[in-house]
C-alpha cells in the first residue's frame, strides 16, 4: 500500500468532533466518521492543546475520533499547517504526521495518519480527560 493510499485520520485533542473547535468542524466537512478507536501513545497537557507520544506500554493508549478522508491530499495538506509540520513549515517542528495502527470500537485494526507530539514532554502532564472512551 502507498501511503498516498492511506484516507484513514485518528484525531485527538481539538480536532475531535466534541471539541467544537473551528478545525474539528472543517474537518467534519471533508471526511467521514468512522467511530471512536485508540492509539498506543501517551496524551500530555501541553497548556492549550495536548500532544500524543507513541508508547509500546500495553496500559498507554489515547482515545480519539477515526475518520475517513474525502480528499486526502488537500485536507492533510491543511492539516499539516495547523498542526505546524511537513514541508514548508519551520523548525523545529513539534508535531510529525505518521502512519500507526489504530483501533476501532469493534476491535477492527487498521492503519492511519496520526499527528505525534515529538518535542521533550518532560514539563509536560501527563493525562488529559480530552478524549473519548471506547470502552
Excluded at 466534541?18 to 468542524?25: I, N, Q
Excluded at 472543517?26 to 492543546?49: E, V, W
Excluded at 502512519?99 to 507530539?117: H, K, N, S
Aim: proline share 7%; glycine share 10%; charged share 20%.
Amino acid at each position: 500500500m502507498l501511503l498516498a493510499d492511506i484516507a484513514t485520520l485518528f484525531v485527538y485533542g481539538t480536532l475531535m468532533r466534541a471539541s467544537g473547535h473551528p478545525m474539528a468542524m472543517r474537518l467534519g466537512s471533508q471526511s467521514l466518521y468512522l467511530g471512536p478507536g485508540r492509539i498506543s501513545a501517551r496524551l500530555y497537557n501541553l497548556g492549550s492543546y495536548p500532544g500524543a507520544v507513541p508508547s509500546d506500554k500495553a496500559w498507554d493508549s489515547v482515545h480519539g475520533d477515526v475518520v475517513k478522508l474525502l480528499r486526502p491530499a488537500s485536507t492533510l495538506a491543511w492539516l499539516d499547517k495547523y498542526e505546524g509540520c511537513g514541508a514548508g513549515a519551520p523548525e523545529p517542528q513539534a508535531y510529525e504526521r505518521v502512519i500507526a495502527p489504530v483501533i476501532l470500537r469493534a476491535g477492527e485494526r487498521r492503519d492511519a495518519w496520526v499527528y505525534f507530539y515529538k518535542m521533550p514532554v518532560h514539563r509536560a502532564r501527563h493525562g488529559l480527560a480530552l478524549s473519548t472512551s471506547i470502552r
